[in-house]
């Protein structure tokens, strides 16, 4: 008796969610629903972590320009560094603004 | 004003009655309900084809001074006979215009869908919707009163057909007073209901005016303008800002406003004042925040459930009649529960009015702001819309983003329907944003880069610089050279220390030793001479100076040697123990000798100096 009752509600739900979404909706094709490539929970670990790399990059490009002047130094692995830096960086800044979804 | 004219309408139409003999309206039931400031019109048609052609479309007038407040109007027919009520479908309304029809009546017409054949009948219900019928009167009220509203109709159904049998029921707020109402035959009043009829066979195009005048204190909100913006953020979010400018539309308030009054019996003194607003927002909606020009107001209650959300706001001060206050309400939205994709496109499905209950609004402005990007954007929208592109510069923006604008005059809860806006977007502009800040980010490094890399002295090759350099050069040489001079002068007076203690104790060992080392130490340092006298005679710029160094020098050396002679000689006449005026006589010439070579050293060695 129970299980019917239940099914029962459930049924009338079902149907009143599809003759809703045929109402609000014309086309009767497949839709499906389109979110987030990131999910919304994870967007300041992402931020933190990103971040974290991107200065430790930092780091290591500004180090090694510091040292004065030799004789090999290498223009190929002053860009590496700064590139892979500014990537993490980008990502990590912009993941820090979605977390208040200022995008 | 309006009730002579609508006489004087009435007698035209009764004089020219224009020929629709096709349908017959056998049963008209109208329900007017005046319970709140909204008066919605539902009107039961029982359409019969007495004609011998199939019909397509029923018309429906309505006067032009009602017309204007018309906000709503659908129709819908119920398939199925009898207990089992089917499905009910909308039939399309449009406005047209017939010819040869009385003056100052704005037609509606239902297009039925499969037409209405000979002798076949059906059942239409036409629900319409008026804001601003209700007119406050008297428009002008104290605090203490009441608000009494006048709302004028017509008895009978204006209809272009024949009406067999109609009635009219008009109902009131509950437990409201009656002040007065038109009574014509068959009225009936019980309790909150006026009914007017039935009437039967009436002809076409019959009018009776009648005026009700009732006490309303239901809250009159009327929003004079309302912009709502929807901004989608394909990151996850849909954020919705309403921009409210609200005016309580009933009687006004003449004289003063009393706050210890309204406090002390708020039913009594400022009935019809309100002070809530409730507002019904979709289901998982966060971060809702309510404010003003001045800031956060924080008379606000929200709590929601699977459902809905819902939020009830109460204005900084309460509400009277003329008075007007303005506000904003934001909330975020996740976005998957508004986009879908379909074919390629994009589709965000989201309501159109104002989520407040009860809220007349006379002019409402819904823009959909969309991603940098999207591009073939369109709107539809299931009632006529004015529609137009905007765009707007926003966070991270380098083009804008466009914007659909939706412009409507009188809305009201029943336009709060789904509405779609339909565009494309490229996946891979999502990349957009990101990208701008990893670029910043790094221009930053190449600038560093190109300042590490970068020369900033001011001349480094100019011949005066060279040649600053290479004195300096030239400088340290001779400094060097002067230091291992001194050096050799100290052992020269060491060693003619040596000669004065064996003249004094006499011993031949010791002096021995002690030539031996001056010896090594002497060509020790000049050895340390040689590069240095080389230096000197590549450079170019001490060619002033390397005469007198390598005249010094060779002094220096004549010096030297005459020393070895002189101390050699005395230590032969030692050994051979000759007395001590015999040495002297033969050291006399060389220490002459010495003396002035020691001096002429010591002169160029100032001379160096000074330069």
């Not at chain 2, 004042?273 to 008379?299: C, W």
């Not at chain 2, 109460?314 to 007007?324: D, L, S, V």
């Not at chain 2, 905007?390 to 509405?419: A, C, I, W, Y």
């Not at chain 2, 090759?461 to 291992?484: G, N, P």
Request: hydrophobic content about 40%; proline content about 5%.
């Amino acid at each position: 008796m129970k299980r019917r009752q239940r099914w029962q509600k459930i049924s009338r739900i079902v149907i009143k969610n599809i003759t809703q979404t045929r109402d609000s909706l014309q086309e009767a094709q497949s839709v499906k629903h389109i979110s987030s490539p990131v999910l919304d929970a994870w967007f300041t670990t992402l931020a933190v972590f990103m971040f974290a790399i991107g200065l430790l990059f930092t780091a290591a490009f500004f180090n090694y320009g510091a040292k004065p002047s030799r004789k090999n130094q290498s223009l190929a692995k002053e860009l590496t560094t700064g590139a892979v830096a500014s990537v993490f960086l980008g990502f990590g800044s912009f993941s820090l603004l979605a977390c208040g979804v200022c995008v | 004003m309006g009730i002579r004219f609508d006489l004087f309408f009435l007698s035209i139409a009764v004089l020219c009655a224009p020929c629709l003999s096709d349908l017959v309206l056998s049963k008209v039931d109208r329900r007017i309900d005046l319970t709140s400031q909204i008066a919605r019109f539902t009107s039961t048609l029982k359409v019969e084809n007495i004609g011998s052609d199939p019909v397509s479309e029923v018309l429906l007038p309505f006067p032009d001074h009602q017309a204007k407040n018309l906000a709503y109007l659908a129709a819908t027919t119920n398939e199925g006979k009898g207990k089992t009520k089917g499905f009910t479908t909308t039939l399309p309304v449009e406005v047209v215009h017939p010819k040869g029809m009385p003056p100052a009546l704005t037609w509606y017409s239902v297009s039925l869908p499969k037409g209405l054949g000979q002798g076949e009948s059906l059942t239409l219900d036409v629900l319409a919707v008026f804001t601003h019928a209700l007119r406050p009167f008297p428009e002008k009220i104290p605090q203490d009163q009441p608000q009494r509203v006048a709302f004028q109709d017509s008895a009978y159904y204006l209809s272009p057909y024949v009406v067999k049998v109609q009635l009219l029921s008009v109902k009131l707020p509950p437990g409201t007073k009656l002040e007065s109402h038109t009574k014509l035959e068959k009225t009936e009043v019980s309790g909150s209901e006026i009914k007017y009829g039935p009437y039967e066979n009436l002809p076409s195009f019959s009018y009776s005016p009648i005026v009700v005048h009732f006490e309303n204190n239901q809250p009159f909100a009327v929003a004079q303008e309302l912009v709502r913006e929807i901004e989608i953020s394909h990151w996850g979010n849909v954020q919705v800002t309403e921009h409210y400018n609200l005016i309580h539309g009933g009687s006004q308030l003449m004289g003063e406003f009393s706050r210890l009054e309204y406090q002390a019996r708020p039913q009594i003194r400022g009935a019809s004042a309100f002070r809530h607003l409730v507002a019904k927002l979709p289901p998982r909606a966060h971060s809702v925040y309510y404010r003003d020009e001045i800031g956060n107001i924080s008379t606000s209650h929200l709590w929601g459930d699977s459902r809905k959300t819902q939020l009830e706001i109460e204005p900084r001060y309460p509400m009277f009649g003329g008075w007007k206050t303005a506000f904003t309400i934001g909330y975020g939205l996740p976005l998957k529960d508004f986009l879908f994709q379909s074919e390629g496109k994009r589709i965000l499905n989201i309501s159109f009015g104002s989520p407040i209950k009860d809220l007349v609004i006379d002019c409402l402005i819904v823009k959909v702001v969309l991603p940098e990007g999207s591009k073939d954007v369109s709107g539809s929208v299931p009632f006529p819309v004015k529609q137009w592109h905007e765009t707007k510069f926003s966070h991270l923006d380098m083009v804008g983003r466009p914007v659909v604008v939706l412009e409507k005059m009188n809305v009201v809860q029943e336009h709060n329907q789904q509405f779609q806006v339909y565009y494309k977007f490229n996946n891979l502009s999502l990349l957009r944003e990101p990208l701008m800040l990893i670029s910043g980010f790094f221009f930053l490094f190449i600038a560093c880069i190109v300042y590490m890399h970068a020369d900033l002295t001011i001349s480094k090759s100019s011949a005066s610089y060279m040649a600053k350099l290479q004195w300096d050069e030239v400088q340290t040489a001779i400094q060097q050279v002067q230091r291992i001079i001194n050096r050799c002068l100290t052992i020269h007076d060491k060693l003619e220390a040596t000669l004065r203690d064996l003249s004094r104790t006499g011993d031949m060992q010791a002096c021995k030793a002690a030539r031996k080392a001056a010896d090594g130490l002497l060509k020790e340092l000049s050895k340390e001479l040689k590069p240095l006298l080389a230096f000197l005679h590549s450079c170019p710029q001490a060619a002033q100076i390397l005469p007198k160094v390598e005249e010094l020098v060779a002094k220096e050396r004549e010096l030297q040697e005459k020393l070895m002679v002189k101390h050699s000689t005395v230590v032969d006449s030692y050994e051979k123990k000759s007395g001590g005026r015999e040495i002297e006589n033969r050291i006399a010439s060389i220490q002459q000798k010495l003396t002035a070579l020691r001096q002429e050293v010591e002169d160029l060695l100032e001379v160096i100096d000074e330069i």
